[in-house]
């Protein structure tokens, strides 16, 4: 599993942002998805995740209501759609394939991690 997160960038605060997570080697479409973020000086923490088949959606409390996580098998790729940011979100955002088909919120239910991509938010 090779995984590749993109889409990251600056955004004013109250912005919106849509990451994707692809998988360029087609490995883990019977897998669950996560996104993971890291602010600075800060440990890395559970965003989201879905199910190997789109039928079960985890949010964090502080995301919830604001992003949304979906899946397209046919082109095996995990978008993370961002709403309302507030600067508090800043930080790198990684997508992360998981053991089984229904991951969770811990990060040693995932066993490949992507390269992470930066999110910015400020006023």
């Known amino acids: 599993v090779q995984l590749q997160a993109s889409g990251g960038g600056w955004v004013p605060t109250g912005g919106s942002l849509s990451l994707s997570c692809a998988d360029s080697r087609r490995t883990f479409s019977n897998n669950g998805v996560g996104w993971f973020r890291q602010a600075p000086g800060k440990e890395r923490e559970f965003v989201a995740s879905i199910s190997w088949n789109g039928a079960y959606r985890n949010y964090a409390d502080s995301v919830k209501g604001r992003f949304a996580i979906s899946r397209d098998r046919a082109k095996n790729t995990v978008r993370l759609q961002m709403n309302s940011l507030k600067p508090e979100d800043t930080a790198i955002y990684y997508c992360?394939?998981?053991?089984?088909?229904?991951?969770?919120?811990?990060?040693?239910?995932?066993?490949?991690w992507g390269q992470g991509t930066q999110v910015t938010v400020s006023s």
């Open positions: 992360a394939a998981g053991r089984s088909a229904v991951s969770g919120t811990t990060q040693s239910g995932y066993s490949y």
